[in-house]
T-cell receptor, first 112, second 117 residues
């Protein structure tokens, strides 16, 4: 079983709709991250959380919100989706003393 | 600030070597290298911490020059399986209590490596 899972894997939605992307992990890691990937732009950090009570904005947080429901779950919401939020979204986890980040399989989002 | 990777793309034949560079304008604590196959998640290759050490992973190795704030990834005798996009991630975080880094990763824009038979 995968250590970091994301649901859904693919999603098509319309402009103005609210959607939620979910991330779950079984690695027991404290730190979780949400990234967005656009072609040619690499990975851009949206939000990150170092524990359940700690939420931080990343480089491109406008238009997004997050919720850390438990150590193992970190959700990303688009309150009112717009077409330029069409992208590949990755969740990642990291241990407290570990440098390595482990990525989920990604969610491909298309906003029409 | 996003680190800068060069070159943006490399095309090789099997058995050839390549170097990918990652430069930062800020002092670095660590540099991370990841490889991503098309449509898949990035996969961790290696990490280099302050100290200028060189690390290896099969025929892929990397170095970290603190003074130049630069890291280089070396791929020798390339194989078809090396094809993908390579990202460096840089961390500027300070050491916290117990020696733990708290800084977040900032990724470069990626280098597309294509290996042909």
């Amino acid at each position: 079983d995968a250590d970091v899972t994301q649901t859904p894997r693919n999603r098509i939605t319309k402009t103005g709709k609210r959607i939620m992307l979910e991330c779950s992990q079984t690695k027991g890691h404290d730190r979780m991250y949400w990234y967005r990937q656009d072609p040619g732009l690499g990975l851009q950090l949206i939000y990150y959380s170092f524990d359940v009570k700690d939420i931080n904005k990343g480089e491109i947080s406008d238009g997004y919100s997050v919720s850390r429901q438990a150590q193992a779950k970190f959700s990303l919401s688009l309150e009112s989706a717009i077409p330029n939020q069409t992208a590949l979204y990755f969740c990642a986890t990291q241990g407290r003393i570990q440098e390595t980040q482990y990525f989920g399989p990604g969610t491909r989002l298309l906003v029409l | 600030q996003q680190p800068v990777q060069s070159p943006q793309a490399v095309i090789l034949r099997e058995g050839e070597d390549a170097v990918i560079n990652c430069s930062s304008s800020k002092a670095l604590y660590s540099v991370h290298w990841y490889r991503q196959k098309h449509g898949e998640a990035p996969v961790f290759l290696m990490i280099l911490l302050k100290g200028g050490e060189q690390k290896g992973h099969e025929k892929i190795s990397a170095s970290f020059n603190e003074k130049k704030q630069q890291s280089s990834l070396y791929l020798t005798a390339s194989q078809l399986s090396y094809s993908g996009t390579y990202f460096c991630g840089t961390r500027w975080g300070l050491l916290g209590a117990g020696g733990t880094s708290y800084g977040k990763l900032t990724f470069g824009q990626g280098t597309i490596l294509t290996v042909h038979p």
